[in-house]
């Protein structure tokens, strides 16, 4: 996959640099620059972006006098060298497959932009948001028409649930306002789709987004301060839908259009009475957590089984499915043949009852059928795993996993270590396996 240019503008951001970057460095996606810009911090910031450079040639730290944020990210994007853009702020993190689930979606539909649900995170608790609900490739008049339905969320007006083509900042010469400090992202991104064809949307959480004291969000904003605000960003908003939309349909539009400057954010908040809120560290599915007198063996397959865990969640979060459903799309897709409730339920370890559930709402939505229906057969009824879309993205769960799990090594030690798994394997086999 191509190369991604991934900018992290800083200010006074010391103590959050280390999670910040500790998150782009793990990223699994590995052809990565990282262009790093102190602004003008008055803490350690650009002292501990430095110690971060001389570990990973990958970093390239950048000192400059404080001008602001939105100068800050036109001094990365004049130094980017990728074939992509990435943004993030230090006050936030990346799940570890952030850049490749974008990079995929951008090179295999062949779209101008990704945008993708987030995580926000307020002090414990966090929430996945995502105003567009079905994921896929959307042209640039149906994603202006979803955008009008809540254009003050932050999922549109952001620049760091995106991934950019270079290529169409570049020649259309695309940079940050640096004369505005309201929506400065939002005008960005209304001038780049102005060039675009072709968005996807990705239903995969690819970013964790922190509340800050002091930003915009934290305040107490009435409609009045807000109606103020927006009046200077107005005019880019207005003049997008001039460009895109014919007379008429601009003129129909016209109301909803002005309704963005009472619009306020649907997926600012993370909180016990929003759906799908979770506390910080449960949102994989999957906690992990290690007895003190656990093996090494135990830790390693505990780990190793988290890891496919998420990659199988991000193929459920991409289709709509959840924890049961994957789990059980999987096991049939890898036994190649048909299955009864109790044999699923076993290697899925959940409840029959749970694995009914799932299977009925399977077999609906076509990717399972029934066979053995004969009622007057003694043979129990099963399921069966029907060839989709979900092959493709199975096995490139697995090679993910394997890139992970096998990085580093050369060949020999992985012909070894395939030689002592299946000691290993053949070893519980002779117990276990009747």
């Known amino acids: 996959m191509s190369k991604v240019s991934i900018i992290v503008p800083v200010y006074n951001g010391e103590k959050s640099i280390p999670r910040c970057l500790d998150s782009v460095l793990a990223q699994d996606h590995k ?43 036109n001094v990365g994007l004049s130094m980017a060298t990728g074939d992509y853009i990435q943004f993030i702020d230090v006050d936030d993190w990346l799940p570890f497959d952030s850049t490749k689930l974008l990079v995929r979606s951008m090179e295999e539909e062949d779209a101008d932009m990704v945008i993708a649900d987030f995580y ?16 896929g490739v ?105 460009q895109i939309l014919d007379k008429d349909d601009y003129e129909a539009r016209k109301p909803i259009i002005y309704g963005f400057l009472v619009a ?95 299977l009925t709402k399977l077999v609906a939505a076509g990717h399972l059928k029934l066979v053995n229906l004969d009622i007057f057969s003694d043979k129990a009824m099963e399921y069966e795993y029907v060839a989709g879309l979900l092959d493709d993205q199975f096995d490139k769960a697995e090679e993910d996993y394997r890139a992970l799990c096998y990085d580093g090594l050369s060949l020999e030690e992985l012909k070894q270590y395939a030689s002592v798994k299946e000691k290993v394997f053949a070893n519980l086999r002779k117990t276990l396996v009747r």
């Open 138 to 242: 959307l042209t640039l008049a149906e994603y202006a028409d979803k955008m009008l339905l809540s254009p003050a969320d932050f999922y549109y007006g952001v620049i760091w649930n995106k991934l950019y083509r270079k290529k169409i900042i570049d020649d259309h010469h695309l940079i940050m306002d640096e004369n505005i400090s309201f929506s400065e992202d939002a005008i960005f991104n209304l001038q780049y789709l102005l060039h675009v064809d072709k968005i996807f949307v990705l239903k995969s959480p690819v970013y964790y987004y922190v509340k800050s004291e002091g930003s915009l969000v934290a305040k107490n904003l009435n409609i009045q301060s807000t109606v103020k605000m927006k009046t200077g960003v107005i005019r880019y908003y207005d003049s997008f839908y001039k």
């Open 264 to 358: 306020v954010s649907t997926d600012a908040f993370a909180l016990p009475i929003v759906e799908e809120t979770k506390k910080l560290g449960e949102e994989n599915g999957s906690s992990i957590l290690f007895d003190d007198g656990m093996t090494f063996e135990l830790r390693f397959d505990r780990l190793s089984e988290v890891m496919f865990e998420q990659l199988l969640k991000a193929i459920a979060d991409q289709n709509e499915l959840d924890g049961n459903d994957i789990g059980i799309l999987y096991f049939l897709y890898k036994r190649k043949g048909p299955a009864s409730i109790e044999e699923i339920a076993s290697a899925c370890r959940i409840s029959p009852a749970s694995c009914a559930l799932a």
């Open 120 to 135: 926000r995170v307020i002090d414990d608790k966090i929430s996945k948001k995502g105003s567009i609900r079905k994921g």
């Open 31 to 73: 052809d990565i620059e990282v262009i790093v810009i102190d602004d003008g911090s008055k803490d350690g910031s650009f002292q501990v972006i430095s110690e971060y450079a001389k570990k990973d040639k990958r970093i390239i730290p950048i000192h400059k006098e404080n001008s602001g944020v939105s100068a800050t990210r």
